[in-house]
């Protein structure tokens, strides 16, 4: 068989088959992920090659835009791509889309070595499983509030890009172990107060993370994304002066949401080992997007403990203790009671702040004296809470 006929077989598999619907040509760094997801399933169409691998196997790929570096010319006829693999073909995958897009615009890295390839061909088929509908729907609101954060934390890494590159040259194991390691469900929380993050943990590719830590920094990696009931990969860039502020494959404006996540909380490691001063991403509030409420207690049931996710909000929002105890107090005063003292709320609300600032985890006792107990008027007990719609 032609090539042609290689790929109408394999575009007619069950995986292709899944979502070959949805592939539209477009814009492959638009915005609003659903347009761009369409506009990569057009570009990842358009770029399926077939290759010759050991012992002549013959198989289907994704090519990459980018080339291998290869100083001395060794391999030029060999493409960047990613193998699909026999196994995946025969399963649908109507969320393939979606887990290629969150891996970002490093995909259209320029210089490629080999390891990085294949890094994210196991994150992505290995790796990556569940529907991620509900991370996007989550984090994609605050897409905005991601780029304006991580440009502001550039900025100060480029200030003192000097240093960093030296520790990285010379002290790059004890550089990667405090950089690289898993990140937790607290420090994402603490970088993107919204709800799933409570839910997530970030890593490395596996078989990444346990190669020689050394050479991390100077990779372009692949991160495995867990929640509670999927997993996804995002591609961060080198932690070189040109990937970070001069590479237009990796500009802001240009990533998934994924991608900014992952990038984000990385550059935030690199500030604190420098003291730089970590940031959070701060999700501007408005009168009408926030609000106080209370949850009751339900019959032979434990009284419902306050929302770290909650409590993060409501202190970041306020910033204020003063400030934040009018607005429960205003409330309150018609229907509710509340069970704390403001002397007690004053501690406990600055004491949350402190934490956050520092990235500290947050204890469940201060974070339910900020989201007190309260008795209404009926004569029941309940939680106060805060959200944002």
């Given at each position: 068989?032609?090539?042609r006929e290689i790929l109408a077989k394999v575009i007619s598999t069950p995986f292709f088959s899944s979502f070959i619907g949805k592939c539209v040509e477009g814009d492959i760094y638009a915005r609003e992920h659903a347009i761009r997801s369409q506009a990569v399933g057009y570009w990842m169409l358009n770029s399926l090659t077939r290759f010759t691998g050991q012992d002549s196997r013959e198989y289907i790929g994704i090519q990459l835009p980018g080339e291998f570096y290869d100083p001395l010319?060794?391999?030029?006829?060999?493409?960047p791509h990613i193998e699909?693999?026999?196994?995946?073909?025969?399963k649908s995958d109507a969320n393939f889309l979606d887990k290629l897009t969150l891996l970002g615009s490093g995909l259209h890295f320029k210089w490629w070595i080999l390891p990085e390839v294949l890094s994210i061909r196991r994150a992505l088929f290995r790796e990556s499983s569940g529907t991620v509908l509900d991370f996007i729907k989550a984090v994609e609101p605050s897409r905005d509030d991601l780029v304006n954060t991580i440009r502001s934390q550039q900025d100060k890494?480029?200030?003192?890009?000097?240093?960093i590159a030296e520790e990285i040259a010379i002290k790059s194991k004890d550089f990667a172990l405090e950089v690289f390691g898993v990140i937790n469900s607290n420090e994402i929380l603490t970088y993107l107060p919204i709800d799933i993050s409570q839910n997530l943990k970030i890593r490395l590719e596996k078989k990444v993370d346990g190669e020689d830590i050394t050479k991390t920094a100077r990779r372009v990696n692949a991160w495995v994304i867990e929640?509670?009931?999927f997993k996804c990969a995002a591609i961060t860039p080198?932690?070189?002066?040109g990937s970070i502020f001069k590479d237009e494959v990796f500009s802001l404006e240009k990533e998934s949401i994924a991608a900014l996540l992952v990038r984000g909380l990385v550059i935030n490691r690199v500030s604190k080992r420098f003291n730089l001063g970590e940031e959070k991403v701060l999700i501007q509030p408005t009168a009408l997007s926030t609000h106080l409420r209370a949850i009751p207690a339900k019959i032979g049931q434990k009284i419902p403990e306050?929302?770290?996710t909650s409590a993060i909000r409501f202190v970041?929002?306020?910033?204020e203790p003063a400030i934040a105890w009018s607005r429960l107090e205003e409330w309150a005063r018609e229907s509710y009671i509340l069970t704390i003292s403001k002397e007690v709320f004053y501690k406990s609300f600055l004491e949350i702040a402190k934490r956050i600032d520092k990235m500290e985890e947050l204890d469940q006792d201060g974070v339910n004296n900020v989201l007190p107990l309260a008795w209404s008027k009926s004569g029941k007990i309940t939680r106060v809470s805060y959200s944002r719609n």
């Open positions: 068989m032609n090539d010319g060794f391999g030029k006829a060999l493409k699909i693999p026999e196994s995946i073909l025969k890494l480029r200030d003192n890009w000097g240093y929640g509670a009931s080198r932690l070189t002066y306050a929302s770290f970041t929002d306020y910033q």
